[in-house]
Nanobody
């Protein structure tokens, strides 16, 4: 089993920044993919960004390109999501997910492990 714990959410004004962290523990894997998803009230969970654990390759949703950066620290088994120029429409619960595939899938069904989520609220 892999346990994922997110942190770093909070309330920020539009234009501000937040950095989310996701710490993995348990039977972690040296390859595979970590990703961030988000879910706003009344909406489906959507892919935000993903990173390949070993190669470091990344993939972003259009809503994140140019504003968000995903990175990882292999030694700490931690993935980060740096979010800049935040907008009110970025308000959502952000979830960390992990998958043993080397491909960065955008569909949530591919991911086997999930964190509990961290709330991000952006005020206008």
């Amino acid at each position: 089993q892999v346990q994922l714990v997110e942190s770093g959410g909070g309330l920020v004004q539009a234009g501000g920044s937040l950095r989310l962290s996701c710490a993995a523990s348990g039977r972690t894997f040296s390859s595979g993919t970590m990703a961030w998803f988000r879910q706003a009230p009344g909406k489906e969970r959507e892919f935000v960004a993903g990173i390949n654990w070993s190669a470091g390759t990344t993939r972003y949703a259009d809503c994140a390109k140019g504003r968000f950066t995903i990175s990882r620290d292999n030694a700490k088994n931690t993935v980060y999501l740096q979010m800049n120029s935040l907008k009110p429409e970025d308000t959502a619960v952000y979830y960390c997910a992990a998958d043993r595939s080397v491909l960065i899938h955008t569909a949530s069904t591919f991911y086997d492990y999930w964190g509990q989520g961290t709330q991000v609220a952006v005020s206008s």
